[in-house]
């Protein structure tokens, strides 16, 4: 069965910093592509970034809105992806969803999010 | 950048009535690389449909999806009361963009 899980959530004050886990298990993770969505309370879906696999060289995009602060890894040994938050923001306050995808297809299976607050 | 733009915001029908929902692009869609989710409180997206008309895995045939280009349609042919939920329209493949999502409520 595939399972994607996130973890990592909390509560950060602005400008802080906060590492989200995205943990997969039940496919072959290193054949996939990961992306991070995010939802701000009430709010629609929001792409955040993307990192592809080994055969694409593990290359990473981002979204204008969290360039420069965030930055996504992986561990295929470990079939985790890591976001790196940085410089928070108020208004990167959302739910964080990891979610899988072969190159040239859609987001199949998305883990249940991770809350992260930004909040003094 | 693609922009999609859903239409209504919101769609107020009845079980067994049929619902129609769209969602247009700014510019075309490669390979009609776009895709429909649903989403329901406290839950994570569900694919319903990729490729603009293939269904995904599971999802029943009252669902189907049609367009190409700069517009698509996603169809429910008679909602369950289990249909009532938001839906996204998706463009995916070499960028990917979410549409601002339309809220399906019953009637």
């Known amino acids: 069965e595939v399972q994607m899980v996130e973890s990592g959530g909390g509560l950060v004050q602005p400008g802080g910093s906060l590492r989200l886990s995205c943990a997969a298990s039940?496919?072959?993770?290193?054949?996939?592509?990961i992306e991070w969505v995010r939802q701000a309370p009430g709010k629609g879906l929001e792409w955040v970034g993307r990192?592809?696999?080994?055969?694409?060289?593990?290359?990473?995009e981002y979204a204008a809105s969290v360039k420069g602060r965030f930055s996504m890894s992986r561990d295929d040994s470990k079939n985790s992806v890591y976001l790196q938050m940085n410089s928070l923001k108020t208004e990167d306050t959302a739910v964080y969803y990891c979610?899988?995808?072969?190159?040239?297809?859609?987001?199949?299976?998305w883990g249940q999010g991770t809350l992260v607050t930004v909040s003094s | 950048e693609i922009v999609l733009t859903q239409s209504p915001g919101n769609l107020s029908l009845s079980p067994g009535e049929r619902a129609t929902l769209s969602c247009r692009a700014s510019?075309?869609?490669?390979?009609?690389?776009l895709a429909w989710y649903q989403q329901k409180p406290g839950q994570a997206p569900r694919l319903l449909i990729h490729?603009?008309?293939s269904r995904a895995t599971g999802i029943p045939d009252r669902f189907s999806g049609s367009g190409s280009g700069t517009d698509f349609t996603l169809t429910i042919s008679r909602l369950e009361p289990e249909d009532f939920a938001v839906y996204y329209c998706?463009?995916?493949?070499?960028?990917?963009?979410f549409g601002q999502g339309t809220k399906l409520e019953i009637k």
């Open positions: 979610a899988r995808l072969l190159w040239r297809a859609p987001l199949d299976y």
């Open positions: 039940g496919f072959t993770f290193s054949d996939y592509y």
């Open positions: 990192t592809r696999n080994q055969a694409n060289s593990y290359a990473t």
């Open positions: 510019e075309s869609v490669s390979n009609n690389y």
């Open positions: 490729g603009a008309s």
């Open positions: 998706h463009q995916y493949g070499s960028s990917s963009r």
